[in-house]
């Protein structure tokens, strides 16, 4: 190729000063290209140094830190810059040789310069171009020169290699000739991007391009700068890196972390989240990643003390593998995940990002929760069902023995797996045990059951009730026998008790039904007589006389009310209880017994004892076990006796202690004393159920109860009971309480005024007993109340339509001819006729009725029997709350 800076011969006739002035203007021409090829050259240094830099800051920064990496790249990077300085020498050496030669020429005006002078002077400028050619084709990157329009004006060795060109069929060429935009933007990339390129003058990022001869996309990190000329951009130059492999390494390794299905996770260690995959979104049920991104690692690994242990766990070494986490999901439930971790850190050491995996085992860890929990019930289950378990082969020796069967029959495992089948059964029972074992052996039975009477290693036969089935192999082939047996003695025993319980449950209910019975002619005979009382001018006899009729009815009030109470209990309920009170009632309830045997109760009530909190009724039954234990165990010994109770404070309880003068109990029968079961009465004298019962109870009050024999004879049983600690207020209201039930005990009614929130009102009564009927009649109107009465809901119901009434008496069991046999539907039909006018509702009943309880449309319960001073009390009561009610 002919060289374009060689001039050719000269015309004939061309003067020589025309010669020196081509000549000088090819050399100033020359020197001009020279500074911008030289201006060029150092800027692609440069731009080069800079993009490597840039590009590979990591990685340099990283191997940086390594003393190995140190004593290589020193000298490599000093004899590279050494290299370079004695390139440069020597190329201004050669410029200086050719602006020598040229002076020389343009000062010879009288000669033109000969031919050898010229050779040497373009032998100079050819090489000062290879060099440069040279250092430019070193590069490993791609580097390109174009106009503004699209024309390659220069190019390295590596752009040629890349588009499969020769130097001469790029140089002027298109570069859209040779590639291609790959991105979408087609041949009009540079048009769209060349304005904007043109204000900036500079512009970094990956191109994605298609080579146009080979076919193929490639990825290149571009660093484009603007070439001026006088301040005008007029071209431009391309320093690019082919990063395709890095790109399609990172495509994959994207795949991978989008297709992972464990969670993939980058955060900081100022708790933020860099990155996850969607496995870690879904995992932690997000609806999004930017959702996911949003929330701090606090918010999803709540653990604050476990964050700290991982993270001192990561910093100290290079994996932190396998660690079990619990993570909070969107929410708020929590799962089980293994944590994998490592920690990334800068040139200086320091940790700028944690990075790792998780894995959710929350779903394993309950299946293996599953899985222990059923081995572990299955080992347990064999360990501690109450059933014996038996296991026998073909030949009836035993395989396997249960625990349970010392505590059955008394025989440790060893002893009974050296024995055959129905060694120790009755001789009775072993013809149909050996049978039907041999029924199952051979499979002509797949279950049955049998009684059999075992002889215990003390002595004594046991009814076992054995389940027989059989015990197949892997090949469904019958391999032995599996029995379970279930000690039945007791429970045969406790058959025959329960049907002395049924009686005595009957008993009760008959009971229940004599006082409700006898509830109504009690209320008239207390009326009846506090009537009576009230009247002037009876003479002394005739008021001790009507003060005797009035207690003793109240006594009999008193003692159908315990029988109410103790035959139809209600359901538990734990109150504030004075003790002395629930003693009283007890003995009320089995005074009868207690004085035919000639049997003496010495009680004094305390007043100054603080209540307990529990249930009446149930302690009522501890104490009456207790106080019947009492008189039968006086009764073994002698004709008659005495039983002490007292009642004492001892720290935080109240101690009641029952104490007796009768047989006592002797030292083998105090551990057992509190078994059920155990009694030392004779056959049919009890169950054996009454203390562990009591027992029972009073720890269920947070108490207990101890026993001791007395050494002059008898025993005393302490019940501790924790006291309630009263404030003043309360203490002030139960002594109120108490004085009115010792006056209401003593049948002491002093007259009292009636309030005038009563005077006058219009009371309606509904009951089927005539007494009642007029002794409500006479007692209110005597005391200023306008009463009418009724014995059918139909007759109430046409007295209320006629006129208003304030207030409605109704029994709550009707026996009479109308429609309605329960108070409550009786009432409410009542209601219904009486318009918008309604009364207020009290019930009468004669059966047990909790104090507190209301019935409907906060209607109240009056308890029969009852003193016409309980029913104004009553309904003073119920027209105040509502007076106060109407107010507000």
């Known amino acids: 190729m002919p060289n374009p800076f060689r001039p050719t011969s000269p015309a004939h006739g061309e003067s020589s000063d025309a010669r020196r002035a081509t000549v000088g203007d090819r050399l100033e021409q020359f020197e001009r290209r020279q500074r911008q090829l030289w201006r060029l050259t150092y800027f692609l240094l440069s731009l080069f140094t800079i993009a490597y830099v840039a590009v590979s800051w990591d990685a340099i920064r990283s191997f940086a830190r390594r003393f190995d990496y140190l004593l290589v790249a020193g000298p490599v990077l000093i004899l590279l810059v050494a290299l370079f300085i004695v390139y440069v020498w020597k190329r201004n050496n050669e410029m200086a040789e050719l602006r020598g030669l040229v002076r020389g020429i343009e000062q010879r005006h009288t000669s033109p310069p000969s031919n050898e002078q010229l050779d040497k002077l373009f032998s100079v400028i050819e090489r000062s171009q290879q060099g440069y050619r040279d250092l430019i084709d070193s590069f490993d990157d791609v580097l390109v020169a174009v106009t503004l329009n699209g024309e390659i004006r220069a190019a390295n060795r590596s752009f040629a290699d890349l588009v499969g060109a020769t130097f001469q069929e790029m140089i002027g060429y298109q570069l859209s000739e040779f590639v291609q935009d790959a991105g979408g933007d087609g041949p009009y990339l540079i048009e769209r991007a060349l304005p904007r390129f043109i204000e900036k003058r500079h512009w970094t990022g990956v191109a994605q391009v298609r080579l146009k001869k080979r076919h193929t996309v490639h990825y290149f990190e571009c660093v484009i700068h603007a070439m001026m000329r006088e301040d005008q951009v007029h071209g431009m130059t391309i320093l690019a890196r082919d990063i395709t492999a890095s790109r399609r390494n990172e495509a994959r390794f994207t795949e991978l972390f989008e297709t992972l299905q464990e969670g993939i996770y980058i955060v900081t260690p100022e708790d933020e989240i860099l990155d996850a995959n969607p496995a870690l979104v879904r995992i932690l049920g997000h609806d999004s990643k930017a959702e996911l991104l949003s929330r701090k690692v606090s918010d999803i690994f709540p653990d604050r003390e476990l964050r700290k242990v991982i993270r001192q766990e990561v910093d100290l070494q290079p994996v932190l593998a396998g660690r079990e986490i619990t993570l909070r999901r969107k929410d708020g439930t929590l799962i089980t995940c293994l944590n994998t971790a490592a920690a990334v850190r800068d040139p200086t050491g320091k940790i700028v990002r944690y990075q790792g995996a998780l894995m959710d085992i929350t779903e394993r860890r309950e299946i293996e929760r599953r899985l222990h929990k059923q081995q572990e019930f299955a080992h347990r289950l064999v360990d501690s069902f109450p059933d014996l378990i038996l296991v ?38 072993q013809p149909k045990l050996m049978a039907l074992y041999r029924d199952i052996i051979a499979g002509r039975q797949h279950f049955a059951s049998l009684q059999v009477r075992i002889r215990h290693k003390q002595g004594e036969w046991r009814k076992i009730f054995f389940n027989f089935s059989p015990l197949f192999d892997e090949g469904e082939k019958i391999e032995g026998v599996v ?110 017994s207690l004085r035919r045997n000639q049997v003496q109760v010495d009680f004094t009530p305390r007043t100054d004892l603080p209540p307990i909190v529990g249930d009446a009724n149930q302690l009522i039954q501890v104490f009456l076990n207790l106080i019947s234990n009492a008189e039968q165990a006086i009764r073994e010994v002698r004709e008659s006796g005495r039983i002490q109770i007292r009642l004492a404070r001892a720290g935080e309880n109240v101690v009641v202690t029952v104490q007796d003068d009768g047989v006592g109990i002797s030292p083998e029968a105090m551990p057992k004393l509190f078994d059920p079961f155990y009694t030392t009465k004779r056959p049919g004298g009890g169950t054996g159920l009454g203390l562990s019962i009591c027992l029972s109870i009073a720890r269920e009050h947070g108490g207990t109860i101890q026993a001791e024999p007395l050494p002059g004879g008898g025993s005393a049983f302490s019940v501790y009971l924790p006291a309630v600690l009263e404030s003043p207020a309360q203490s002030s209201a139960n002594s109120v309480a108490k004085k009115r039930d010792a006056d209401s005990s003593s049948g002491g009614d002093s007259p009292r005024p009636v309030p005038t929130v009563l005077r006058g009102i219009r009371v309606l009564v509904l009951d089927d007993e005539e007494s009642i009927r007029s002794l409500l009649d006479e007692g209110l109107s005597a005391h200023g109340l306008q009463v009418s009465s009724a014995s059918t809901a139909e007759e109430a119901a046409r007295l209320i339509s006629n006129q208003p009434y304030d207030a409605l008496l109704c029994d709550l069991r009707l ?73 507000k």
């Open 483 to 592: 029995l379970s047996g279930r000690d039945v003695t007791d429970l045969k025993r406790l058959e025959e008790q329960l049907i002395q319980a049924e009686k005595l449950a009957a008993m009760g209910q008959m009971l229940a039904g004599v006082a409700h019975e006898l509830n109504n002619p009690l209320t008239a005979i207390l009326g009846v007589t506090e009537l009576v009382r009230e009247r002037e001018g009876l003479d002394e006899s005739m008021k001790r006389q009507l003060d005797l009729t009035h207690r003793q009815a109240r006594r009999a009030a008193r003692i159908v009310q315990n029988l109410l109470e103790f035959s139809r209990p209600a359901s538990p309920q734990k109150k504030a209880i004075d003790l002395s009170t629930i003693i009283e009632r007890t003995l009320q309830l089995h005074e009868h």
């Open 392 to 429: 026998l082969d073909t030949e009836a020796n035993y395989t396997f023995v249960s625990p349970r069967c010392q505590e059955v029959l008394g025989y440790a495992g060893e002893e009974i797996s050296e024995l055959k089948l129905g060694a120790r059964a009755h001789p009775e029972d």
């Open 815 to 887: 026996k009479s001819a109308g429609s309605f046999n329960d108070g409550r539907a009786a009432a409410a039909h009542v209601l219904a006729a009486a318009g918008s006018h309604r009364p207020l509702v009290i019930y009468m009943t004669g059966e047990y009725v909790d104090p507190s309880t209301t019935g409907p449309d906060g209607a109240a319960f009056l308890q029969k029997p009852f003193r016409i001073l309980d029913v104004l009390a009553i309904m003073r009561e119920a027209f105040v709350l509502a007076k106060h009610g109407s107010e």
